[in-house]
């Protein structure tokens, strides 16, 4: 099937610098992105949904300055995390879905794990 | 809004034992359902789906059905596998079919 990777899987940064983080799917093209937030026992929360060339469309309650998403590319999605605070530590997770753009042709990264200290 | 609510707690089981994931949701319209499985290290894949009311999706054993009545979609699986031990999702697409709502997810253990 199709293969989304995330990098870093793990950062660790200190309050006050940014942090980013890639999405790329690896063997299709993705027209639509779509970023995650878990916290611990809880269910993913949907950020904002990116379709490529275009700006991202974020959830409510989701800062946008504070979250920058960019979508340059058919195979990559970056989230920038910036002035990164303690709160901001969690589980963020990535997924991408093709041409079709329906929700059960979404394809998931593996997550990447920020702590911020 | 939309809500998906599963059972409390992670699941231990023995091998080949019945497995049953409770799933209740919460949506306006006619959601499709779904469950997702993630095995360590890995991302979500989908499990299984169903996109109306009596529909049962199944897949590796597991079999889930759509019922509008109550409001569910439960996971079952006959006779578990040490290989089926995952984190286990129950989710729904909003009435455009673009968005997912998750619930918070299953972890399941099965012990030989």
């Known amino acids: 099937g199709a293969v989304v990777s995330q990098h870093p899987s793990r950062v660790i940064c200190k309050s006050g610098t940014s942090v980013k983080i890639e999405c790329r799917s690896l063997?299709?093209?993705?027209?639509?992105m779509f970023w995650y937030r878990q916290f611990p026992k809880q269910s993913l929360m949907l950020m904002a949904t990116?379709?490529?060339?275009?700006?991202?469309?974020?959830e409510q309650g989701v800062e946008k300055d504070k979250f920058l998403i960019n979508h340059a590319s058919l195979t990559l999605s970056t989230l920038t995390v910036t002035s990164a605070h303690p709160e901001d530590s969690s589980f963020y997770i990535c997924?991408?879905?093709?041409?079709?753009?329906?929700?059960?042709?979404?394809?998931f990264g593996p997550g990447t794990r920020l702590t911020v200290l | 809004g939309d809500s998906v609510t599963q059972m409390e707690g992670p699941v231990t089981l023995s091998e080949e034992a019945f497995l049953t994931i409770n799933c209740t949701y919460t949506a306006t319209g006619y959601p499709s359902l779904f469950w997702y499985v993630q095995y360590p290290g890995e991302g979500l894949q989908l499990l299984l789906k169903?996109?109306?009311?009596?529909d049962k999706g199944s897949n590796k054993g597991f079999e889930a059905t759509y019922r509008k009545e109550t409001t569910s979609f439960h996971l079952e699986k006959g006779s578990v596998q040490v290989s089926d031990s995952a984190v286990y999702f129950c989710a729904l697409s909003d009435a455009w079919g673009n968005r997912l709502a998750f619930g918070k997810g299953n972890q399941v253990v099965v012990i030989p």
């Open positions: 169903a996109t109306k009311a009596d």
């Open positions: 990116s379709n490529e060339g275009s700006k991202a469309t974020y």
């Open positions: 063997d299709f093209q993705a027209t639509t």
């Open positions: 997924s991408a879905s093709g041409t079709s753009g329906g929700v059960d042709e979404q394809f």
